[in-house]
C-alpha cells in the first residue's frame, strides 16, 4: 500500500470525524476562518499599532516576562 492509497483510505473512512474537537462541521471552520479573515484584514493598521507600542514598551524595559503552570496556564 503506498503513502497515497493510504492517505484516501483516511479520508473516505469512518477515521475522519465529520466534526472537530469543539463539535463544528468543516463547513463551520471554514465560514469561521472567513469571518476572522475578513476582520483581520479590517483591523491591520491598528495591530500594525499595537505591535509598535509592544515593541517600544519592550525596548524601554517596561515587560515583564511571562510566566506558565506546569500545566500551561498562565500564572498572573
Known amino acids: ?6 492517505a484516501r483510505f483516511v479520508t473516505q ?8 474537537l ?4 468543516e463547513a463551520e471552520i471554514r465560514a469561521d476562518e472567513e469571518v476572522w479573515t475578513r ?3 479590517g483591523s491591520r493598521d491598528m495591530l500594525q499599532m499595537m505591535a ?3 515593541a ?5 524595559g517596561r515587560t515583564k516576562p511571562m510566566e506558565f503552570t ?7
Open 52 to 54: 509598535q507600542e509592544a
Open 70 to 76: 506546569a500545566e500551561g496556564r498562565l500564572v498572573r
Open 22 to 25: 469543539f463539535g463544528e462541521t
Open 1 to 6: 500500500m503506498s503513502v497515497h492509497d493510504f
Open 39 to 41: 476582520q483581520f484584514v
Open 13 to 20: 473512512s469512518s477515521l475522519v470525524p465529520s466534526r472537530d
Open 56 to 60: 517600544a514598551e519592550y525596548r524601554a
